[in-house]
């Protein structure tokens, strides 16, 4: 009887499919794996990117201009569906860096919608030299004239502490506190949200 010289057709085909069937056993829990690693990692950069917002505006309130009538403004604005697009306005001396006079820094959300589908949406941060936090226009902002902070952030809820409650609703000098919300949104899918307190020097 002759040796064989090569393989049939059957059992190449039957080591080609236990092959594939023990690669897919082997690389399905890598996969899996790395795709839980990948979501780990978007999530913390958001909650990371979130915090970093809150601690930015935290800063410019806690360095926000004593010498103005009133250096701190916090106006409430709940929207349909229930989320929060609040503003802040901070009396600030910065632009005095840049030789301009003394004005405000604001920060709001900005939306996506049919008369802004050219800037990314999310919070931005405007500078206004020249104009006192009572005087200013938040409601007629342009994204153009601002600063994208953090993109796709669709919820800032922000309260003031004047002891012995939280208010919605501020304008005065530099608070005991404040406490910042915010969301961030990722395809429609709400990806993140952290609170940060923070506790002025008086």
């Known amino acids: 009887m002759k040796p064989r010289k090569a393989f049939t057709l059957l059992e190449i085909l039957i080591t080609v499919a236990l ?11 890598i996969v899996y794996v790395v795709g839980q690693i990948t979501e780990l990692e978007a999530t ?19 360095s926000s201009l004593r010498l103005a009538p009133a250096s701190v403004r916090v106006i409430s604005h709940q929207e349909l569906g ?27 959300l900005v939306r996506r919608s049919l008369f802004n589908d050219r800037h990314v949406p999310g919070l931005y941060r405007w500078i ?14 342009d994204a153009e004239d601002g600063q994208l902070i953090v993109p796709h952030v ?12 939280w208010v919605p609703h501020y304008y005065g000098n530099l ?28």
Do not use: K
Not at 19 to 29: H, N, R, Y
Not at 128 to 141: K, N, Q, T
């Open 82 to 108: 229930g989320g929060h697009n609040d503003t802040l306005i901070v009396a600030s001396s910065a632009h005095t860096r840049q030789n301009l006079p003394a004005g405000s820094v604001i920060y709001r």
């Open 128 to 141: 206004l030299p020249g104009v006192l936090p009572g005087d200013a226009m938040y409601d007629r902002l």
């Open 44 to 62: 913390y950069s958001d909650e990371a990117a979130l915090r970093r917002a809150a601690m930015f505006m935290a800063q410019d309130v806690s």
């Open 154 to 165: 669709t919820d800032m809820n922000l309260s003031v502490f004047v002891p012995p409650d």
């Open 175 to 202: 608070p005991a506190g404040m406490r910042f919300i915010l969301a961030r949104e990722r395809d429609g899918e709400e990806r993140e949200s952290i609170e940060y307190v923070f506790v002025f020097p008086r």
């Open 19 to 29: 092959t594939g069937l023990i690669a897919a056993l082997a690389f399905g829990p």
